[in-house]
C-alpha cells in the first residue's frame, strides 16, 4: 500500500470538499475507489469467431457446420486468478457479434451487450476486452448477439480461473453440456419456434458433452476429482446426479460453498438451468468401480461421464470433502439493502402493440439488428418487454441503483415455466427461495421456478448491467431489462 491509502475516507471527503478538483483525483490515486489503475495485460489471446465442422452424428454420418472460437468447439481458456486478459475477438461470421465474459465481475464497458455498452461487431470487425479475473471459478463466455442462432450453433468458450490455493485434485475435467437441433444428415434445424420461444424453449434431440455423445474420463481409485460441469444449453434444465461414489457440490456458478453432500440435496440431484455452472468433487471408490454422472431430469437419462478407475491415488485415505477457499466478494449489507421486487410474467398485448412498422420493414429489421433481438415479444420483467422488432428504443431500467449500496431483489415468477435469471457484472447472494430449496450461495444466475419468489442481494457496481432469462429464446423475445448504476 501507498501512504496515501492510510488517510482515512473521511479525511479525503474533507480534503475533496475543500480542494475542490483533487476530489476527483484522490480515490484513483489512493486505491479507496475501485477503481484499478491503468490497466496492465498479463495475458493476450485472439478469439476469432468463425465456422468450423464437427461430427455430432457420429463418425459415419455427415458433419455440422457449426460456429466457434478459434475453429475449437467449447474452446478453453484457463488463466490463473488475478491475470488481466486482454482478448481481441474478430468477427468471421457472416453477422454482427460481440463476446460477453459471463459471471465476470469487470468494468461494464467490456460487458458485450450491443447498444448497451458497445455498438456490435460486424462482419470482419474486431473488439478488444479488457478483463480482471480476480474471482477464481468456472466461468464461460458467449456472443451476446442473436444469441438462439450463434449460441445454438455451438459459439461458446468456458473460462476457468485458477485458484492456487485450492486443494490439489487427482484429476480435474470440464464438461460443457449442449444439446443440438439437428436433421437426420447433420444440418441445422431452427434454433427457435414459436411454440417453444412461447413456453419452455426449443429443445435439441441430440444431447452432448464437450462437443461427444459421451466421454469415458480416467481417475486413480481412492482419488478426488474435480469436475467442473457448465450447463450452456440454450434452453434445457438438467438435474446434476452422480451415481456409484460420494461426492459433494463444492462451488456454483463458480464461487465456493460449503460442500454439500450431493446424496443429502433433494432427490440427490443439482438441478441447474441454461448458464448455470456447478463444481463438484468426486470420490472414487477404492475398490475401482466406475461412477457415472448424468442428467437424470428427462425421460431418458442422459449419462454424458463414465469415470474409469486407473491406478490408485496415492497417501493415506481421506475423510470428508476438500474445501475449496471461500469466495472474496463484496457482502452486501442486509439491513441497510435496499429492496426491490420484479415479476416475471408473459407479455401483455399492451407491452407489444406498440407504434409499428410491420416487422418486415427493412428499417424494423435495421432496428432488431441493431439490438440483437427477436420480432416477437412473449415475455416481460416487471410488465417491461426488452424491444422487439416493433418497439424502437431501449425501455427505460427496471431500477436505478448507486454504486456501492446494498441491493435485496426478489424475482417472483408468476409464469407456468422455469427461468434461469442472469445478472451481469455481479455475483450475488442467493438468500431464500419461497420452496426452500436452495442452500445459501453465491451466483450469477439463478433458476425460478413456476410459482416460485427467489430473494438475492448484492453490491451495485458501476454501470448499465442486464438482467435476463437466460433461456435463450426467453431473453429475446423480452425477458431481459437492465439497471442502471451510477
Ligand atoms: Cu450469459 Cu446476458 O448472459
Ligand atoms: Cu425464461
New binding site residues.
Given amino acids: 500500500m501507498t501512504g496515501g491509502a492510510t488517510i482515512s475516507r473521511r479525511a479525503l471527503l474533507a480534503a475533496g470538499a475543500a480542494f475542490g478538483v483533487g476530489a476527483a483525483l484522490a480515490p484513483a490515486r489512493t486505491g479507496l475507489a475501485r477503481v484499478p489503475a491503468a490497466f496492465e495485460p498479463t495475458q493476450r489471446l485472439t478469439l476469432a469467431a468463425g465456422e468450423t465442422e464437427l461430427r455430432l452424428l457420429g463418425a459415419d454420418k455427415p458433419a455440422t457446420r457449426i460456429y466457434a472460437y478459434d475453429g475449437e468447439p467449447f474452446r478453453l481458456v484457463r488463466v490463473p486468478r488475478g491475470t488481466r486478459l486482454e482478448a481481441r475477438f474478430e468477427n468471421r461470421l457472416a453477422e454482427a457479434s460481440t463476446v460477453?465474459f459471463?459471471?465476470i465481475r469487470m468494468p461494464n464497458e467490456y460487458d458485450g451487450?450491443p447498444t448497451l455498452t458497445q455498438p456490435v461487431v460486424e462482419p470482419g470487425g474486431s473488439f478488444t476486452y479488457r478483463i480482471p479475473l480476480d474471482d477464481p471459478g468456472t466461468f464461460?463466455f458467449?456472443p451476446?448477439c442473436d444469441?438462439t442462432g450463434q449460441s445454438g450453433r455451438g459459439l461458446i468458450g468456458a473460462l476457468v480461473v485458477e485458484d492456487a490455493r485450492d486443494p490439489a485434485f487427482d484429476a480435474e475435467y470440464v464438461l460443457c453440456l449442449k444439446d443440438w437441433r439437428l436433421d437426420g444428415q447433420g444440418g441445422l434445424l431452427p434454433m427457435s419456434e414459436p411454440d417453444g420461444a412461447a413456453k419452455a424453449g426449443t429443445f435439441g434431440a441430440t444431447r452432448t458433452v464437450n462437443g461427444r455423445p459421451h466421454l469415458d474420463l480416467a481417475a486413480p481409485a481412492g482419488g478426488d476429482v474435480r469436475l467442473r460441469i457448465l450447463n450452456v444449453d440454450s434452453t434445457r434444465i438438467m438435474d446434476i446426479g452422480v451415481e456409484g461414489a460420494e461426492a459433494w457440490l463444492i462451488a456454483i456458478d463458480g464461487h465456493a460453498l460449503p460442500p454439500v453432500p450431493m446424496d443429502r440435496l433433494p432427490d440427490g440431484i443439482w438441478r441447474m438451468g441454461p448458464?448455470q455452472r456447478i463444481d463438484v468433487q468426486v470420490r472414487m471408490p477404492r475398490d475401482g468401480r466406475p461412477v457415472t454422472i448424468g442428467d437424470y431430469r428427462a425421460a431418458e437419462i442422459f449419462t454424458f461421464a463414465t469415470l474409469a478407475a486407473e491406478g490408485r491415488a496415492r497417501g493415506p485415505r481421506r475423510r470428508g470433502p476438500l474445501a475449496l477457499p471461500p469466495p472474496d466478494l463484496p457482502m452486501p449489507d442486509l439491513k441497510a439493502a435496499e429492496f426491490h421486487s420484479f415479476t416475471l410474467q408473459q407479455a401483455t398485448d399492451a407491452a407489444v402493440k406498440d407504434t409499428g412498422l410491420p416487422p418486415d420493414d427493412p428499417l424494423a429489421r435495421a432496428l432488431i439488428d441493431s439490438l440483437c433481438v427477436g420480432a416477437t415479444t412473449y415475455w416481460s420483467i416487471a410488465q417491461q418487454s426488452w424491444p422487439t422488432g416493433e418497439r424502437r428504443n431501449l425501455p427505460p431500467p427496471l431500477a436505478r441503483m448507486q454504486a456501492g449500496r446494498s441491493y435485496r431483489i426478489e424475482i417472483k415468477n408468476e409464469t407456468r415455466y422455469p427461468h434461469p435469471v442472469?445478472l451481469?457484472g455481479h455475483a450475488f447472494a442467493v438468500l431464500s427461495s419461497s420452496k426452500g430449496r436452495l442452500p445459501k450461495h453465491f451466483a450469477d444466475?439463478v433458476l425460478t421456478q413456476p410459482g416460485e419468489a427467489v430473494e438475492i442481494a448484492f453490491v451495485a457496481a458501476p454501470g448499465d448491467w442486464?438482467f435476463?432469462c437466460?433461456i435463450l429464446e426467453h431473453?429475446e423475445t423480452g425477458m431481459m431489462g437492465w439497471f442502471r448504476v451510477v
Fill in positions: 460477453h459471463h459471471g451487450v464461460f458467449h451476446h444469441e448458464a442472469h451481469h444466475t442486464v435476463h437466460h431473453m
